[in-house]
């Protein structure tokens, strides 16, 4: 049987150092190259065969786990945060991390996270760019209330962004010089590009044959809609991946750390370790989900009666995973258990 050899990459922007060991743990090479498509291809023809390799998890990682993959025997990707626990040391450079993530893999003791397909993380990016859009709007919406403010202008809060209202504002307020007027003209067709532009990029994922099927399921659920659908298939990937509920709510960032010794126990606030994406986005529909669905809405007055109003949104929010997982699961619409029963008996 031929021996397997273990490298180990340290990626940057600009180089990736490397080290090669056999099963053994002896160093056949080692060293860095450029972070290019070609410097690649000629590295791996210098690698002894077969390999495996795995790197840690970065901005960057992306795109040279792709090019790498076809040609290694297998390829990981490292939790950063669990792998600087293990590797942590008084000496750090590129080359020692390169040789101590080689080691974690020769040894099999590697922690792995999840990398999805590359097709998914190809709409996944363009989900997160649609993020970006939302949020330059907002800010150009509150530039423009800040103009107005600035100027003592009175608005209508609940009608400046209308159109009609909007240019009737500029028309008849005598208060808005030439000068107010231009600024505000060039925020307002801001905003509505932007709009524009982030309806296209959710129609285009909507309509995309990858995901159209999954997102009609989860839209079956009471108080989710196409964008909570979205960010659910694209950044959860594959939900088979979770072993129970309680480990998507934590990936979720919907629960609290927990820290113990002894008979202490202390729960933190929510965790910091989380997709922030999810988290957002479920804790934005947790908030409209009450008034959609009748077993959330009970569900919030019960915990909100224990506690605070954020106490039953996270509630509702955690029962919406719940949900997500189930129709994710079993591939089929969202059913309510009461009528499943009603149409079994």
Same mark, same amino acid.
């Given at each position: 049987?031929?021996?397997m050899?273990?490298?180990?990459?340290?990626v940057?922007?600009?180089?990736?150092?490397?080290?090669?060991?056999d099963?053994?743990?002896?160093?056949?090479?080692e060293?860095?190259?450029?972070?290019?498509?070609?410097?690649?291809?000629?590295?791996?023809?210098?690698?002894?065969?077969?390999?495996?390799?795995?790197?840690?998890?970065?901005?960057?990682?992306?795109?040279?786990?792709?090019?790498?993959l076809?040609?290694?025997?297998?390829?990981?990707?490292?939790?950063?945060?669990?792998?600087?626990?293990?590797?942590?040391?008084?000496?750090?450079?590129?080359r020692?991390?390169?040789?101590?993530?080689?080691?974690?893999?020769?040894?099999?003791?590697?922690?792995?996270?999840?990398?999805?397909?590359?097709?998914?993380?190809?709409?996944?990016?363009?989900?997160? &760019?649609?993020?970006?859009?939302?949020?330059?709007?907002?800010?150009?919406?509150?530039?423009?209330?800040g103009?107005?403010?600035?100027?003592?202008?009175?608005?209508?809060?609940?009608?400046?962004?209308?159109?009609? &209202?909007?240019?009737?504002?500029?028309?008849?307020?005598p208060?808005?010089?030439?000068?107010?007027c231009?600024?505000?003209?060039?925020?307002?067709?801001?905003?509505?590009?932007?709009?524009?532009t982030?309806? @296209?990029?959710?129609?285009?994922?909507?309509?995309?044959?990858?995901l159209?099927?999954?997102?009609?399921?989860?839209?079956?659920?009471? @108080?989710?809609?196409?964008?909570?659908?979205?960010?659910? =298939?694209?950044?959860?990937?594959?939900?088979?991946?979770?072993?129970?509920?309680?480990? @998507?709510?934590?990936?979720?960032?919907?629960?609290?750390?927990?820290?113990?010794?002894?008979?202490?126990?202390q729960?933190?606030?929510?965790?910091?370790?989380?997709?922030?994406?999810?988290?957002?986005?479920?804790?934005? =529909?947790a908030?409209?989900?009450p008034?959609?669905?009748?077993?959330?809405?009970m569900?919030?007055?019960?915990?909100?009666?224990?506690?605070?109003?954020n106490?039953?949104?996270?509630?509702?929010?955690?029962?919406?995973? =719940? &949900?997500?997982? @189930?129709?994710?699961?079993?591939?089929?619409?969202?059913?309510?258990?009461?009528?499943?029963?009603?149409? =079994?008996?």
């Open positions: 049987m031929q021996s050899y273990y490298i180990g990459l340290d940057h922007k600009r180089t990736i150092s490397y080290c090669v060991k099963g053994s743990g002896k160093i056949h090479a060293g860095m190259i450029p972070a290019t498509r070609f410097d690649l291809d000629r590295w791996m023809k210098t690698l002894p065969q077969p390999w495996t390799a795995a790197m840690e998890a970065t901005v960057f990682t992306g795109w040279i786990y792709d090019h790498l076809p040609h290694a025997a297998a390829l990981k990707v490292a939790h950063p945060l669990m792998l600087r626990a293990i590797a942590a040391a008084k000496k750090k450079n590129d020692i991390d390169a040789n101590k993530i080689c080691d974690c893999l020769r040894c099999d003791f590697l922690p792995e996270c999840y990398m999805a397909s590359t097709a998914i993380r190809e709409r996944r990016r363009t989900l997160r &760019y649609r993020n970006l859009l939302v949020r330059q709007m907002v800010q150009m919406k509150n530039k423009i209330s103009l107005l403010m600035e100027a003592g202008v009175s608005y209508n809060k609940q009608r400046l962004h209308k159109a009609c &209202y909007f240019r009737e504002l500029l028309a008849t307020n208060d808005i010089d030439e000068g107010l231009a600024l505000l003209r060039v925020c307002r067709e801001t905003v509505v590009r932007l709009q524009k982030e309806s @296209a990029v959710v129609r285009s994922l909507e309509r995309d044959a990858l159209v099927e999954r997102v009609e399921r989860l839209m079956s659920i009471p @108080a989710v809609g196409p964008i909570t659908a979205l960010t659910w =298939a694209l950044e959860i990937g594959d939900v088979q991946r979770f072993s129970s509920i309680k480990k @998507a709510i934590s990936y979720c960032g919907l629960c609290g750390a927990e820290k113990s010794s002894g008979p202490t126990v729960r933190t606030p929510l965790s910091k370790q989380r997709n922030k994406h999810l988290q957002t986005t479920l804790i934005e =529909a908030k409209m989900a008034r959609n669905s009748p077993d959330l809405a569900l919030y007055d019960r915990e909100k009666q224990k506690g605070n109003a106490r039953a949104t996270l509630a509702v929010a955690r029962k919406l995973v =719940a &949900y997500l997982v @189930a129709v994710d699961r079993r591939q089929k619409e969202f059913l309510v258990v009461e009528k499943e029963n009603c149409a =079994a008996a």
